[in-house]
């Protein structure tokens, strides 16, 4: 793998493409950008504002990562770079831009360390900053074209150990805190979230063929949902037979072996590392099953809030039963973020696609 490092002086990057790779719709227009809960999910309001003028009512959110130190901070993915709060998303800053951002991945014990994965013109990038934003460089490069980095995440276990995915399913890894890439795996699917697991277990959600985990730092994966998509799979409770689009992962920080899957048919959870999968049923008609995203209060296993189209589902007993919240908003929630400090905090990042 080729590595190119660049200081990016005056964020000096070359127009960027607007695309992230063929993108899943999910639908539905109306205020993108960020809404806040600050009563544990009873109720959600924009928090777009810009700190100088406007606001990123109009931008799509990517993903949404804390600053594990001060939640207060936040960063928001866009396709047209990458936008900070220092304020709990009262106010945002534009900190990047010609650059279209996929995700963010933060190091848990040095804050301002942050990558940032996406698309510069015709390459995929990942990009990293020591300092929170302020400055960035280049640390990788792919080399095939219109191939985004599409997902990155670094080791809570060891910071210098970098997980990404590229947009036609290709695991990249580093090991010294991205100055060095190497090819790990091709999971021929897009590769759309990458988490490390309490145990130290990776895990990587594509689009279609659903979750793989890897227990040896990213060299081995194995299919871990595949009864999910096959013809055999069923439920008392009125589970689909097939799953054929996956849009979100979340992992239970509490229990080891608890995750969570939002898809086209609905919401599943494993609590054995994904080695058997039941389904949990929404209060809602199953053609309206599709969960765009997922969350586990990490402070209470039993509160979990999952999203589909512009409805937040919230459960306080583990998906045994919903509340129903509807937002003011007809766009898709990408992804949901639970402050770790306090859960009546809560962030939606929305936007019309996955």
């Given amino acids: 793998m080729k590595k190119i490092i660049i200081l990016l002086l005056g ?45 990123i009512s109009t931008v799509t959110a990517n993903s949404l990562a804390f600053d594990p130190s001060t939640p207060d901070t936040l960063y928001m993915a866009a396709s047209g770079g990458i936008y900070k709060s220092t304020d709990g998303a009262k106010t945002w800053r534009y900190i990047l831009s010609n650059i279209s951002v996929a995700d963010i991945g933060i190091d848990l ?68 805190g991205g100055h060095t890439w190497q090819s790990s795996k091709d999971l021929a699917d897009r590769i759309i979230r990458i988490k490390f697991g309490p145990s130290g277990s990776a895990y990587a959600l594509t689009v279609h063929k659903g979750i793989f985990r890897s227990s040896d730092l990213g060299v081995g994966w194995d299919l871990i949902s595949g009864s999910l998509s096959g013809s055999s799979f069923s439920s008392a409770n ?23 899957l ?30 765009s995203a997922v969350a586990v209060d990490p402070n209470n296993s039993n509160s979990l809030f999952a999203a589909v189209s512009s409805t937040i589902f919230k459960s306080s007993n583990g998906g045994v039963t919903w509340e129903t919240k509807i937002l003011p908003t007809a ?11 306090t859960n009546n905090v809560i962030y939606l990042g929305l936007g019309p696609g996955q």
């Fill in 11 to 55: 964020l000096s990057l070359t127009a960027a493409s607007c695309d992230l790779g063929g993108l899943i719709d999910l639908g539905g227009g109306g205020v993108r950008g960020v809404l806040k809960s600050e009563d544990n999910g009873e109720t959600f309001k924009p928090a777009e504002k810009l700190a100088n003028k406007g606001d």
């Fill in 109 to 176: 014990y040095q804050p301002n360390v942050i990558y940032a994965a996406g698309i510069v013109g015709q390459n995929g990038k990942i990009i990293k900053s020591l300092d929170g934003g302020t400055s960035w460089v280049d640390v990788y490069t792919e080399p095939s074209k219109n191939n985004t980095v599409s997902a990155v995440a670094v080791s809570p276990g060891n910071s210098s150990i970098v997980l990404a995915g590229l947009a036609t399913g290709e695991i990249i890894r580093s090991f010294d």
């Fill in 331 to 341: 766009a898709g929630v990408r992804s949901i973020l639970i402050n770790p400090q």
């Fill in 262 to 291: 939002g898809t086209e048919q609905g919401l599943f959870r494993s609590v054995d590392d994904g080695n058997s999968w039941a389904f949990l049923s929404f209060p809602v008609k199953n053609a309206s099953l599709r969960a």
């Fill in 238 to 260: 009125q589970a689909p037979t097939s799953v054929t689009v996956f849009y979100d992962l979340a992992l239970d920080r509490r229990q080891t072996g608890v995750l969570y």
